[in-house]
């Protein structure tokens, strides 16, 4: 290391994002999802700092995430002069993300900075061609160097080369998958933390591969079939500090299938163990296939472990679309089965559905909506348009048969449509049965089915992620794993060859963006806060009177209807203290109850809307009317109570 001149490194973790249909850099205020890529190099630099890999030399490591931080290209490229230098590794690089990562590498590679790119992208696409493609052989000559495959066992060496310029062009360790048994275990930064909605939420790999074969999954191809685990102790260690030093306490296991990695077990008692004894409120989600409930024990352990919600690879309730992608171990029949015994554990089910297999039409897929609904009863589901990932073997079938791909791979986010489909012939009718699939599973009807019926411990864990889940839809228009909250843009943060807009131009256009989100986020919040009405715990007499009020004609309500509906209350619950019109008259104006405000839909909204188109024909008179203060009052009333039982509920931790 004697010819080592430099006195600090910065080493720059970076996960890039990608562009929005407009070209513009995608990044939020504040993310969902950590990049568990970022956490795992991060312990691998953090334990190469231990061992002392770099005498004499400083090394500070930043990790960047762009989908919730700007990348500072100028400034990074300052901290490559005198006797400090930078290294850009552009890490965990999905296909969706890689045209992004490429504009990034030759940026920086302009300013002189060694830059590095690594991720499923480049793994997948180098492992399934036979020669270099265009695209990385221009990085190649431009002096990038690209990383294929997992790079636990050659960290230290990839670093040292870096610091002493003599990196390689390509690194490949396709072949030598590490083991991960004495890996670190990914690495918890509080500070990075801290720009997602939630900074408790810790991620860990607790095993990487799956035995299965889905011909659009890239998984088998990249971490192989062979699974490989992390210990489990380290695992149980890992989360201890982690809740001890961080207050770090929901976890996502992002193993893409936890029911087959063997220590399964291990972990579930380990986690008990924290619970129990220790008093550490860990809880997680995880991801499984839909055989995972035979496995004797494992839902039962996972419940007591503290697991939340699990997420199921579905894929499709045709059965001929899952015989097609080679999903042979889905038994549709088995589903219902398969929900119902995580929901009776007291876990949120969560779906993954694609759509655009061969056997879909927009009719096939409303028609398998409703039986996802009605029968198979899931709670959650994310619906994504089928893509050709690199590295799967759709990809290669699809590159030898001469379809028609899309060649912008900032198009593969699983919510543009890449290729033909024969069932979906009009342009543009697969994306919006895609966007037709979200708006149908998260209309309000279906989302207080689920809540009414998953039980008071979940009510709130899943009121949570249905809030998320119709503002990425409704307000970002993306999928929620990938949207973030409040959307940031930057004038010139284009994609490179679009012109930015002259600045009035894009003020305007921003300013635009930013009324149609406000509104958008307006109608989310009023449409959340009748789903809590609908679905909030209430008083029997309140759920008689919503009743016998429901089978009213909601047209035309008189106030005899109403007279009656009290009546039938009075005779079918007897037991119950029907109130006097004074106490009723008390609680419609007390603060402080909402058992007055027995019924309140589209009437309300569309009561609004009346009053407004009075008021824009200049009848102002009309808002003094008592009606009008009335329900003001009311309407006031019932948005204070759902913004504090909102701010009460899901502010703090779940549930477990
Ligand atoms: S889709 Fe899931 S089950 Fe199928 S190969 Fe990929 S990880 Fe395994």
């Not at 002069?81 to 890490?91: D, E, M, S």
């Not at 030759?106 to 793994?123: A, D, P, Q, W, Y």
């Not at 029997?540 to 009177?545: A, T, V, Y």
Request: hydrophobic residues 40%; aromatic residues 10%; charged residues 25%.
């Amino acid at each position: 290391m004697s010819s080592i001149s430099k006195k600090r490194v910065h080493l720059y973790l970076i996960k890039p994002s990608s562009y929005d249909d407009d070209g513009y850099i995608v990044r939020y205020f504040r993310g969902v999802l950590p990049s568990n890529t970022l956490a795992c190099l991060a312990a691998l630099t953090e334990r190469a700092r231990e061992r002392g890999i770099l005498p004499g030399l400083e090394l500070r490591t930043h990790l960047i995430d762009e989908t919730v931080a700007r990348v500072d290209v100028r400034k990074i490229a300052r901290s490559n002069r005198g006797r400090n230098k930078a290294i850009v590794c552009l890490v965990g690089v999905q296909t969706s993300q890689f045209p992004r990562a490429a504009d990034l590498a030759r940026e920086f590679r302009k300013s002189g900075v060694t830059v590095l790119i690594g991720g499923f992208h480049v793994s997948g696409l180098l492992n399934t061609v036979s020669e270099i493609p265009a695209q990385m052989q221009d990085l190649l000559d431009s002096g990038v160097c690209l990383v294929k495959g997992e790079v636990e066992e050659a960290w230290d060496e990839i670093l040292k080369d870096a610091v002493l310029d003599r990196l390689e062009p390509l690194y490949d360790f396709t072949e030598t998958r590490p083991d991960l048994e004495h890996a670190p275990v990914p690495l918890v930064d509080r500070k990075y933390l801290k720009r997602f909605a939630s900074s408790d939420f810790g991620t860990v790999d607790c095993g990487r591969g799956c035995p299965y074969k889905c011909s659009f999954c890239t998984i088998i191809n990249v971490q192989g079939q062979k699974m490989r685990f992390r210990s489990p102790e380290a695992i149980e260690q890992a989360i201890r500090e982690n809740y001890r030093a961080r207050h770090v306490w929901f976890y996502f296991f992002t193993d893409d299938n936890f029911a087959r990695n063997r220590n399964w077990e291990k972990i579930f008692d380990a986690l008990t163990r924290l619970r129990e004894i220790e008093g550490i409120p860990v809880s997680f989600m995880m991801q499984v296939d839909t055989q995972s409930h035979r496995i004797p024990r494992f839902i039962d352990k996972a419940a007591s472990a503290g697991c939340s919600n699990v997420f199921i690879g579905m894929e499709s309730i045709n059965e001929e679309n899952l015989k097609a992608a080679g999903k042979n171990q889905n038994n549709v029949g088995d589903y219902r089965n398969l929900i119902e015994a995580y929901r009776t554990a007291g876990i949120v089910t969560h779906a993954g559905y694609i759509v655009g297999f061969p056997h879909d039409t927009a009719e096939s897929v409303q028609a398998d909506l409703d039986r996802l609904m009605n029968e198979v009863q899931v709670d959650m589901a994310s619906f994504f348009i089928l893509t050709p990932l690199p590295g799967s073997h759709d990809y290669v079938r699809y590159l030898r048969d001469g379809v028609d791909l899309d060649p912008d791979f900032n198009n593969y986010d699983s919510f543009h449509q890449t290729m033909p489909h024969p069932g979906f012939p009009e342009k543009g009718s697969l994306v919006k049965t895609s966007h037709h699939a979200w708006n149908t599973f998260y209309n309000r009807h279906n989302m207080a089915r689920v809540l009414n019926r998953c039980g008071e411990k979940r009510y709130w864990q899943l009121f949570r992620n249905f809030i998320w889940y119709k503002t990425a839809i409704v307000v970002e228009r993306r999928h929620p794993m990938m949207a973030g909250f409040l959307r940031l843009k930057g004038r010139k943060q284009l994609r490179p060859g679009l012109a930015p807009l002259p600045r009035l131009e894009y003020l305007k256009t921003r300013a635009k963006e930013l009324r149609l989100s406000m509104s958008a986020l307006s109608a989310v919040f009023l449409e959340m806060q009748m789903l809590w009405l609908e679905t909030r715990k209430q008083s029997e007499l309140e759920k008689r009177i919503r009743t016998e009020i429901g089978q009213l004609s909601v047209q035309k309500i008189h106030l005899s209807d109403v007279q009656r509906a009290y009546a039938g209350v009075r005779a079918s619950l007897p037991s119950v203290t029907v109130p006097s019109k004074l106490k009723l008259f008390f609680q419609k104006w007390n603060p402080f109850t909402l058992s007055g405000q027995f019924y309140r839909s589209e009437e309300v909204l569309g009561f609004w809307k009346r009053t407004s188109v009075e008021l824009n024909r200049g009848r102002a008179w009309c808002v003094l009317r008592p009606t009008v203060i009335k329900r003001a009052w009311l309407d006031f009333k019932v948005t204070a109570h759902f913004a504090w039982a909102l701010a009460l509920k899901t502010g703090g931790e779940v549930s477990s």
